[in-house]
């Protein structure tokens, strides 16, 4: 952890047993997401390990953290799971429907956004499975897209592959919905 003020490092934070793929943070907490397939919840004053997460069964490669505290965590194993605020239960599972799950962000309505490898990105308007919708199977080609809600904007990757004498050169696009 370093501080965004002076660029000193302030704590190092141990405690995976495996590669960290994913990091989020509220006013007072960071969390981290693993290949270990657990989420860490740490102390952003001290550095100190406050719980782990439990759940997923395979490797939790997103998070995000809701505009009412709550953390959203994206795992390959095709769930998201919601957890609270301040004592990190578990309070719900939901299904992509994808292969898995590799982005995922929340937009000040709430409304949560979540990128699958089979390349669709799926949208919540409420915390339930049966308001999923797809916004659009085909928004990207490239398999580890980001995608993210600034003000209710949903903003995605989109690598266009142009195969030229057996090389495939890609140009980045940037998509917003």
Known sequence: VWSGLDGIHLHTLVGHTSNVLALASSCDKVYSGSNDTTIRVWSVTDGA?????????????????????????????????????NDGTHLQTLQSGTAGVNSLAVGQDGRLFV?????????????????????????????????????????TERLIHDVKGGEDDAEGVICIW
């Open 49 to 85: 390990h406050l719980k782990t997460l439990n759940g997923h069964t395979a490797v939790v490669c997103a998070l995000a953290v809701g505009p009412n505290g709550n953390l959203f965590s994206g795992s390959v194993d095709g769930t998201v799971r919601e957890w609270h605020r």
């Open 115 to 155: 990128r699958g490898y089979c390349g669709s990105v799926l949208v919540w308007r409420s915390m339930d499975s049966a308001s999923r919708c797809i916004v659009d199977p085909n928004i990207c080609l490239r398999p580890n897209p980001m995608c993210l809600s600034a003000g209710g904007t949903l903003y």
